[in-house]
């Protein structure tokens, strides 16, 4: 089974539902440092996602200006 990748916009969803189930404390204990781990993942997910969107860009940018 192939894993879908997961677009900016639904990781972010993601980070902001954990981060209102710790805000509200909807999470047990037990679970916070698995959706802790999964933010870190989601967070990085988004990192390379806008560096590469910058990368994109800025070669765009330079051909442009050939």
Known sequence: MTKK????????????EILQQ?????LDV????????????LIKTC???LHKTEEEVEAILKEMDE
């Open 5 to 16: 990748k997961m677009s900016y916009s639904e990781a972010m969803g993601e980070i902001e």
């Open 30 to 41: 037990d679970d916070l440092s698995e959706k802790v781990k999964r933010v870190s993942v």
């Open 47 to 49: 990192k390379d996602k």
């Open 22 to 26: 710790i805000e509200n404390e909807e």
